[in-house]
């Protein structure tokens, strides 16, 4: 993932001028363009000094000669160390990320090699972590403790890199620059809300860190929740980082289980051998690295409200899966019926269905109007359109931030932690057997939901 959409991003980074070039040094001192070199793991973020406009890009992996790091029993090597530096007359900055392979369980790991390097961390460092934010509660809460050792709280980063700052953007101006909506942002007109994020991809060569994870750490617990949080959260005075931190943590806080029952707030599942696109998939037990005892599930749906005046009773639906046929990325806000449709009309009732797309980022409105001829029929319409596209996707407005010391798209430590207390009851009941682990086609819509007997 690094390779596919980081590298290009640290060059749109780069300041813009007069003879720019950007180039990936090799371990070999071979000069090539964004190499795709493939990491998915963690990364830590250390920007450094100023940037300045001029000058050149260079991208330096660690070699096989170089000295990994290691700390004690901690030992985890680096796989590699980027070096990115803007040069020129009397202008410098510099960027390195670490980063490892195979993945850490958390960024624990990260930390213990940290503190058993004396001085490593420069003063000025920005702390990168990526979600999930350790493997469970008790991690988080651990690494929130271990930070603080390291880099102060205002130089920590807890980024989601599936967020940028344009859809973050795009959400809070359509909810708080249009009146249309917002009085009608609210229990007594939404019935519920859908946020879903099925895709055709497989593991695709990811089992190292998926098999640990499964759908619910990976996109549940890491992205869909802090979606919500921008769909559920109070007018923030503004858009500042402060102002839009504190509405998106008070958010996240009122977040609850549907009955606050994980059993019947939670469904999974995984696929089995199938077609996708026309590309053959194995079953997601046969697939290299897999262990079929961890039963990871490859499809996550939880239901849970927001426990607030303002939300109360109103279910929302996260839900992701991969090598589904029917991929979807989008949020789906369903408004009440209308008490009743007056005789004499006739045709569609369906209730006004609000679609936020999740990259591309796009709206439609689906309502209900008089159609052509006969004016008493009723027919189905949307008014659809695109979102402003930044110019960045969202990993490079991540690191834009970080290099800005902005925190707008950072979650604080409480927002984290809660988090994993809501998808901690989940998998503790999973673990218990509680909830059937049930299967679907690879290239199918998913499962065909059967229930268990505690439901």
């Known amino acids: 993932m690094t390779g596919e959409s980081v590298f290009p991003d640290i060059g749109a980074l780069a300041p813009i001028g007069d003879g720019l070039s950007a180039a990936l040094v090799g371990p070999d001192g071979a000069i090539e ?48 160390v980027l070096n990115l530096e803007w040069a020129g007359p009397g202008q410098r900055a510099r960027l390195q990320m670490a980063m490892m392979w195979p993945p850490p369980e958390s960024g624990q790991e990260i930390l213990w090699l940290l503190e058993g390097l004396e001085g490593s961390v420069p003063v000025e460092a920005a702390m990168d972590l990526r979600p999930g934010f350790g ?38 101006g359509l909810r708080f620059t249009n009146r249309l909506f917002e009085p009608v942002w609210n ?80 469904r999974r599942a995984r696929y089995t051998a199938g077609t996708v ?20 599930e490859t499809l996550a ?15 929302f ?7 589904l046929g029917q991929p979807r990325q989008e949020i789906t806000i369903t408004f009440r019926s209308v008490p009743r449709m007056p005789d004499g009309l006739h045709g569609a009732e369906e209730p006004t ?5 999740l990259g591309p980022d796009r709206m439609s ?17 949307g008014l659809t359109t695109d979102f402003c596209r930044g110019r960045l996707n969202p990993y490079g407005e991540v690191l834009q931030s970080i290099l800005d010391r902005d925190p707008t798209l950072s979650v604080r430590a409480e927002a984290a932690e809660h988090a994993w207390s809501i998808v901690d009851q989940v998998r503790d009941a999973w673990s218990a057997e509680r909830v059937p682990l049930e299967e679907y086609r690879a290239g199918s819509s998913g499962p065909e939901w059967q229930g268990n007997s505690e439901r």
């Open 135 to 172: 493997s469970d509660l008790q991690g988080a809460m651990e690494l929130n403790a271990m930070l603080p050792a390291l880099v102060p709280e205002e130089q920590v980063f807890r980024v989601d890199h599936f967020l940028g700052k344009s859809t973050v953007l795009n959400m809070l």
């Open 353 to 357: 269905v609000l679609r936020i797309g």
């Open 33 to 80: 363009f964004f190499c795709p070199l493939r990491f998915d793991a963690p990364a830590l973020v250390f920007p450094l000094l100023d940037r300045r406009r001029g000058g050149r890009l260079r991208i330096g992996p660690l070699s096989a000669g170089d000295e990994p790091l290691s700390c004690g029993r901690h030992y985890h090597p680096a796989s590699a």
């Open 277 to 296: 696109n026309g590309r053959q998939l194995p079953s997601y037990v046969d697939e290299e690295g897999v262990d079929p005892d961890r039963k990871t």
């Open 187 to 266: 229990r007594d007109h939404i019935a519920e809300v859908n946020i879903v994020y099925d895709e055709g991809l497989g593991l695709e060569g990811r089992a190292g860190y998926y098999d640990r994870a499964g759908a619910m750490v990976d996109m549940v617990q890491s992205h869909l929740l802090q979606i919500m949080s921008l769909v559920t959260m109070d007018p923030p005075t503004s858009v500042g980082a402060a102002d839009l931190r504190a509405a998106k943590s008070e958010a996240l806080r009122a977040v609850r289980l549907w009955g606050d029952d994980p059993v019947w707030a939670s």
């Open 317 to 323: 639906t996260l839900r992701s899966g991969k090598a």
């Open 365 to 381: 409105l689906e309502m209900n109007i008089n159609g052509p001829g006969d004016p008493f029929t009723i027919d189905r319409i």
């Open 301 to 315: 749906e939880v239901t849970v409200e927001a426990n607030n005046w303002r939300w109360a009773g109103v279910p």
